[in-house]
């Protein structure tokens, strides 16, 4: 696997502009595209593609949308950059984060008008954001928009090879990619291209590379989609291009590993707390799901419970991957604290004092010892539910470095002459630090920055 230099090199077919990668940064990048008037072939290497896309929860974060409009929510491009840098400590790259948040409305919009892809606005103010702005269809989840998309390819037409396991990139003397190899039932086929986008993820799924660029998350369990093993990087690091953020990641410290399910956040922000296996809290669980990983990993084999009550619980049926979790059986319900301790294989007396103590908290409208603050309208009444989970590392969040137009730069800056990224192959807009990740940023980058590749790619056809 890597990058072959073969000006003269044949192709056993053609298409104007190559995708690697069927997640959504790849499908929509091949939708947009397409609907620019490019010839598109995507290829992915799974039988049945799915990729992180369909793990996710499908909210896509959009500034001044007409959903929001109709609400009266007042959002801007700007003050959604203003909340991506705050949660970056001012280190996501500002032309990424200007290109990606002014276009995330029209974006939305144009998937509505062009093909009926209807997102809603999701209720409640996701940690981080300083107002409502999370986007998904009624349906909710990844792997609904995923298919929704697939749904428009189909329409228009776009070709998507499955079980097409890209190996090479081949390129002129010039850097210019010219075609790629890739294996489909065990024979090397081939496709000359005028532009290739790398929709193929990021390398949260290798564990040499996150020992390598990440060592400070390799206690952590993978649970992310298989295929992002690093070819982006493996491919762009040979080319010479410019890696950037590679120190950000994307985690979550409430998964049920067995499932590889991670439990909706907005638990937490609606009053669940999290305890270990003493009863005893030991983060403020309002800062972020993905920073919270590495709390969790420090408890006793790294096992955490979220501890609710009946409303938090109502809230949660309606996200799908919460709604799983109840049918699997893995949460538990009881009248009485100590009982549910006891279920839980939790200390009784911790769970107890915790919980008295967040109700007196909330009773006073006031912050605890982590700076988290409590409400009185979510204090936590019987019965009460619980659930253990752990940490896990879902995705990288440093990658190929590109500008506001997708283009993949190298490490003078300059950009290749065809080649472009999107997803979770580039660097995101986390910034370089684990605690950059701000709810959404991933499928930002996939939905949003998918489009804007796919639409470079087809003026650069156009020209
Ligand atoms: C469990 C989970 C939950 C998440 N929840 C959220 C969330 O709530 N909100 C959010 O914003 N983000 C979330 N994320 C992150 C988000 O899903 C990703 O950032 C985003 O989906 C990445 O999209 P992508 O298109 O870049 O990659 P993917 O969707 O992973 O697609 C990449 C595709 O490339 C293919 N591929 C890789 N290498 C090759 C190759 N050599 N040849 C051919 N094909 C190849 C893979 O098979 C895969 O299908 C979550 C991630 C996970 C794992």
Known sequence: MGIVVDPSARFTTTASVVVIGAGGAGAI??????????????????????GATACSSGMVPAAGTAEQKSRGIADSPQRFSDDIQAKANGSADASLVEALTGASASVLEWLTKQYGIRFE??????????????????????ATLLSSLYSALAKQG?????????????????????????KRSGKVESVGCATLILA??????????????????RGLPFAGHEGSQGDALAWGTELGARLADIDGFLAHGAVVLSQRLPLPWSLMTEGAVQVNRDGERFVNEHEGYSESALFVLAQPHATAFMIYDERVHEIGLTMPNYATAVSSGVIKRESLLRDLAEQLGVRREGLEATIALVNALAFDDASDEFGREFRATQMLLGPYYGVPVTCALLGTEGGLAIDGSGRVLRQDGSPFPNLLAAGGAARGVSGDAGGGYLEGNGLLTAIVGGYIAGSTAAAAIAE
């Open 158 to 182: 776009v070709r998507l090879e499955p079980s097409a396991d890209v190996t090479d990139l081949v390129v002129d003397d010039a850097q210019r990619i010219i075609g790629v190899r890739y």
């Open 200 to 217: 193929c993820n990021g390398f949260a799924g290798n564990s040499q590379l996150v020992a390598q660029y990440l060592p400070d998350v």
């Open 29 to 50: 990048a091949a939708l947009a595209a397409r609907s620019a008037g490019a010839d598109v072939l995507v290829l992915d290497r799974d039988a049945a593609p799915s």
């Open 121 to 142: 606005l999701v209720e409640g103010v996701a940690p981080g954001h300083s107002l409502s702005r999370m986007h998904a269809l009624a349906d909710r989840g990844g």
